[in-house]
T-cell receptor, first 110, second 114 residues
Framework: SQQGEEDPQALSIQEGENATMNCSYK?????LQWYRQNSGRGLVHLILIRSNEREKHSGRLRVTLDTSKKSSSLLITASRAADTASYFC??????????FGTGTRLTIIP | EPEVTQTPSHQVTQMGQEVILRCVPISNHLYFYWYRQILGQKVEFLVS????????KSEIFDDQFSVERPDGSNFTLKIRSTKLEDSAMYFC????????????FGEGSRLTVL
């Protein structure tokens, strides 16, 4: 399977609920990042977590990293309609390039 | 806020034609990248560029592809002889650090090969 796989592939929740997306990867990493992509637009960096960190917060975002399980999760609290987008994790695999996962398509229902 | 800009936003071309996609990275960034995303699929790495040379490239980046930084501000991706399967969104990105630093992406150039 691919480096960086998110699940679920698609998630629909009511506005105000929390959304949790998961990412698994295969190789060693220096850090893991989460990006957001609105339909047909470029990717926007959300948060970076280093391999020696276990949890990081930024506003309504909370990211966890478990290097022993090679997995990460992104939690968006108190979701808003504007959070509707695709969310990708990306890993560096110890080199320059970022490898992106398959993405989770999040739909927030007003 | 500084941003990465890409032109054109959409290009339609005939199979076999040459295409050049242009990018202006953020001015103080030193690392430059091209990624592509076929409709509905994952974002795939094509090439990274640093110090006026390719630092890494993927299997997708064959001899039909080339990159150039002709004038210190633009960063271009050339596809010499386009194929139908080159139809995709092409994203340029730049970074001020290597080894998995934050990437700043442009809005993309949609290439349609007929």
């Amino acid at each position: 399977s691919q480096q960086g796989e998110e699940d679920p592939q698609a998630l629909s929740i009511q506005e105000g609920e929390n959304a949790t997306m998961n990412c698994s990867y295969k190789t060693s990493i220096n850090n893991l990042q989460w990006y957001r992509q609105n339909s047909g637009r470029g990717l926007v960096h959300l948060i970076l977590i280093r391999s020696n960190e276990r949890e990081k917060h930024s506003g309504r975002l909370r990211v966890t990293l478990d290097t022993s399980k090679k997995s990460s999760s992104l939690l968006i609290t108190a979701s808003r309609a504007a959070d509707t987008a695709s969310y990708f994790c990306a890993t560096d695999g110890g080199n320059e390039k970022l490898t992106f996962g398959t993405g989770t398509r999040l739909t927030i229902i007003p | 806020e500084p941003e990465v800009t890409q032109t054109p936003s959409h290009q339609v071309t005939q199979m076999g034609q040459e295409v050049i996609l242009r990018c202006v990275p953020i001015s103080n960034h030193l690392y430059f990248y091209w990624y592509r995303q076929i409709l509905g699929q994952k974002v795939e790495f094509l090439v990274s560029f640093y110090n006026n040379e390719i630092s890494e490239k993927s299997e997708i980046f064959d001899d039909q592809f080339s990159v150039e930084r002709p004038d210190g501000s633009n960063f271009t991706l050339k596809i010499r002889s386009t194929k139908l399967e080159d139809s995709a969104m092409y994203f340029c990105a730049s970074s001020d650090s290597a080894l998995g630093g934050e990437l700043f992406f442009g809005e993309g150039s949609r290439l349609t090969v007929l």
